[in-house]
């Protein structure tokens, strides 16, 4: 029987020039290889079916042939029949050469070369397809999970295309796996997951990583600040901390050393994690707020002065 050209365009044999020409867009837009990551050999099939179709039914004189003698006659290398030849016999003779174009030459030449008009790639590849523009979206983390790493599930929306063209919203739960170490900016792509635009391949989705504030710490690059509170007694005679890490454990902190205004006390490698060098960590900075006293009874006075008057710098 041969390929029914008309039915892989998904139109009618009364299509006009201009039919032929909207519905190969349309579906070499949706098929083309550079846009099928996931099934690429049977997109290529698809592609070249299409590309083969166009080329043909875009063509008065292929056109006619093979609607006289359908692909068999195109194969068979016959000329077009006389006008009033309702035959099907073959009888056209020969002197037409039907060569199939090269269905990238083709697409280029149909769309002028997207994104640019860049046309080939020089590693052999197929057409430089522009891209929808991309949906970037922020992505609130604690601190903890960006201490310790989490695995999070999100809901998206996006608009994508049917085959005619339509746009439709879909939704879609996405896992995104937080690594250790992971700072605010961070940038977590899903390629192909945006939105869809006509003409153009799928945008990207990219989700960016925010840190939420935390009630204890800060961070600073891949430090930790803590502020802690210290009365100006315990800043003179000593005291002993007790901090909760991000990750759960208890850590005790002896302050021996008197504590003036501006005193910091780092602790190494209790900071976060360094995500480019596993297993190493930044450092946890401790800065003190000294408090001191609203007001002193006379004899506190006396008594400072006399312990503190014997004391040299």
Request: glycine residues 10%.
């Amino acid at each position: 029987m041969g390929v029914d050209y008309y039915n892989i365009l998904k139109i009618s044999k009364n299509a006009t020039e201009e039919d032929v020409k909207k519905s190969y867009k349309r579906l070499a837009m949706k098929w083309h290889p550079d846009k099928n990551a996931v099934n690429t050999e049977q997109a290529e099939a698809k592609f070249k079916q299409i590309s083969e179709a166009y080329d043909v039914l875009s063509d008065p004189q292929k056109r006619q042939i093979y609607d006289t003698y359908g692909e068999e006659g195109l194969k068979a290398n016959l000329s077009p029949p006389p006008p009033s030849s309702k035959d099907r016999d073959f009888g056209g003779g020969r002197g037409f050469r039907f060569s199939p174009r090269d269905a990238e030459d083709i697409f280029e030449e149909f769309f002028g070369g997207l994104d640019g008009g860049k046309g080939k790639s020089s590693t052999g590849g197929g057409s430089f397809l522009k891209k929808a523009a991309p949906m970037e979206t922020k992505l609130p983390c604690s601190l903890e999970e960006l201490y310790k790493g989490s695995r999070r599930k999100m809901k998206i929306s996006r608009t994508v295309l049917d085959e005619s063209g339509k746009p439709s919203t879909v939704e879609e739960v996405l896992a995104i796996s937080i690594k250790p170490g992971w700072k605010k900016g961070t940038k977590i792509t899903f390629p192909e997951k945006g939105n869809h635009e006509s003409n153009a391949a799928p945008g990207d989705l990219i989700f960016v990583v925010d840190e939420k504030p935390h009630p204890v710490f800060k961070r600073d690059g891949n430090d930790l600040i803590s502020n802690q509170k210290i009365s100006l007694l315990d800043a003179l005679t000593g005291k002993t901390l007790n901090i909760t890490t991000l990750d759960g454990r208890d850590l005790t902190v002896s302050v021996s050393d008197i504590v003036k205004p501006g005193h910091e006390m780092v602790i190494q490698n209790e900071g976060m994690p360094i995500s480019k060098e596993p297993g190493k960590n930044g450092n946890l900075r401790i800065k003190f707020d000294v408090k001191f006293p609203s007001r002193l009874s006379t004899d506190q006075k006396s008594d400072l002065r006399r312990v503190l008057g014997r004391t040299t710098e």
